[in-house]
């Protein structure tokens, strides 16, 4: 059963007022102030976040492909020789023994030690009767061609003096022997073979020495020769501290163990006639060549030489250097304190 619906009357019309066929309709949304504050919010790190982003693209580094890890490139057949000096010492002492005895088998250890160095090398019949050999030391190499090597070593023998001389006397003989040798830098310690006897040959010559740059002899009651003999005291006997015979910002240190009892200073030669005489201005520098006899616990004595820089000071003359085994350049004094 349905139930009719009442319909409203409609309002009557007055005369004068219009009504519009259709009213628009306008939505008004009406924002929060948490989601305007979260927008706000929102825009603010839009822009920030440009310069932001340039500053970390800058300053982060630029992705780079790491390249593997190159490998050695091999060469094959190239090899850079070695000085073989010390080898061909070792073979000349080795085949110099390995004949020492006529009753020396082929397999003794001393041959099979010539043998891995020289597999083809002939080996001498024996050493003369009543020599022996003390030691080889190689005095000079070169390199022929490409691998190979000359090696000069000097064999020192020592043998009974001959013609009846009396028990325990002996003679010293120094021979020098080339031997060829071949060496190669392959890999570990490098590679040697001998590749031909040794052959005797002249020793080396004497080299040309220059002129000594110390002319001017000085007395020997001088005052650098009394100064120079304070100082060895204190340096070999140890009598005294070696620093008080010392130029200021100079150091040495005295040896250990030389057991001198008493050390004489013979002659003194020095590279300028300033240092013959007295004392002369402070700072001033010269250069000398001393010969000191140290004598030892036992009596023995024993010949030094040592080449020294003195510099004057106060009216004394003080070490500034040693230069013991080194030759000094002729040089002039140097005076007011321009010495180092």
Do not use: N
């Amino acid at each position: 059963m349905s139930v009719p619906r009442t319909r409203r009357p409609s309002p009557p019309s007055t005369p004068g007022s219009l009504r519009p066929a259709a009213e628009p309709v306008f939505r008004t949304t009406q924002r929060s102030p948490h989601r305007v504050a979260l927008v706000r919010a929102g825009i603010w790190a839009a822009v920030a976040a440009g310069p932001v982003a340039l500053l970390v693209a800058v300053a982060a580094p630029a992705p780079s492909a790491t390249p593997p890890p190159a490998r050695p490139a091999a060469t094959p057949g190239i090899s850079r020789s070695v000085d073989p000096a010390g080898v061909a010492e070792l073979f000349c002492d080795l085949w110099l023994r390995a004949g020492a005895s006529a009753g020396d088998s082929a397999d003794s250890a001393t041959v099979r030690a010539v043998r891995a160095l020289a597999p083809d090398v002939a080996l001498p019949e024996g050493l003369t009767r009543g020599e022996e050999l003390l030691r080889t030391v190689a005095v000079r190499s070169a390199q022929v061609e490409g691998d190979a090597w000359s090696v000069v070593v000097a064999a020192h023998f020592r043998s009974a003096a001959p013609g009846g001389a009396s028990e325990g006397t002996s003679e010293s003989d120094v021979r020098y022997f080339a031997v060829p040798v071949t060496s190669s830098a392959v890999e570990g310690a490098g590679r040697f073979t001998v590749t031909g006897v040794p052959a005797q040959v002249a020793g080396p010559g004497k080299a040309k020495v220059a002129a000594s740059p110390f002319g001017t002899l000085l007395p020997g009651q001088g005052a650098l020769a009394d100064s120079l003999g304070e100082f060895f005291d204190a340096y070999l006997v140890g009598v005294g501290e070696v620093g008080r015979y010392l130029a200021p910002r100079t150091e040495l240190s005295p040896p250990r163990g030389s057991g001198y009892r008493s050390v004489a200073v013979g002659e003194v030669r020095a590279d300028s006639e300033v240092a013959d005489g007295a004392v002369p201005a402070d700072g001033t520098e010269v250069r000398v060549r001393a010969a000191v006899t140290a004598v030892d616990g036992g009596g023995g004595q024993w010949p030094l030489e040592y080449e020294l820089s003195m510099r004057s000071r106060s009216g004394r003359w003080e070490v500034s250097g040693l230069l013991a085994g080194a030759a000094a350049p002729a040089r002039s004094a140097v005076a007011g304190g321009a010495a180092k």
